[in-house]
Nanobody, 118 residues
Framework: QVQLVESGGGLVQAGGSLRLSCVASRRTFSSYTMGWFRQAPGKEREFVADISWSGGSTSYADSAKGRFTISRDSAKNTVYLQMNSLKPEDTADYYC???????????WGQGTQVTVSS
C-alpha cells in the first residue's frame, strides 16, 4: 500500500506560480511511476503529467506543456509539480497518483486545491 499526501495548493493570481508536492509513504517509492491529475468543478479528472521511476522520462498534457514541470526526489520520497504562468482555467483539485510501471493508476492522494484568479 502506498499513501500519498499532497500539499502546496492555494490561491494565486493569473500569471503566478505554485509548486505542488506529494510525499509517498512507502520506501519503495522509487520503483513507481508518479503522476499528477486534476479535476475542475463539473468536469472529469484529467491527466496533467507523469514521471518514470528513474525520473528520466516525463510526459505532459498539452495544456501543461511549456508551463508545468514534474520532478521527483527519491531521497525524500517526493514528487513535485512546478506550475508557472497559471491561468484561471488551471483552477482545479490536483491529485497525486502512483502506479507500478505498465499498470493502472492504483494509488491516489486526497487532493490539493488550486485556484487561479483573473
Amino acid at each position: 500500500q502506498v499513501q500519498l499526501v499532497e500539499s502546496g495548493g492555494g490561491l494565486v493570481q493569473a500569471g503566478g506560480s505554485l509548486r505542488l508536492s506529494c510525499v509517498a509513504s512507502r520506501r519503495t517509492f522509487s520503483s513507481y511511476t508518479m503522476g499528477w491529475f486534476r479535476q475542475a468543478p463539473g468536469k472529469e479528472r484529467e491527466f496533467v503529467a507523469d514521471i518514470s521511476w528513474s525520473g528520466g522520462s516525463t510526459s505532459y498534457a498539452d495544456s501543461a506543456k511549456g508551463r508545468f514541470t514534474i520532478s521527483r526526489d527519491s531521497a525524500k520520497n517526493t514528487v513535485y509539480l512546478q506550475m508557472n504562468s497559471l491561468k484561471p482555467e488551471d483552477t482545479a483539485d490536483y491529485y497525486c497518483a502512483a502506479k507500478v510501471p505498465g499498470a493502472a493508476w492504483d494509488y491516489w492522494g486526497q487532493g490539493t486545491q488550486v485556484t487561479v484568479s483573473s
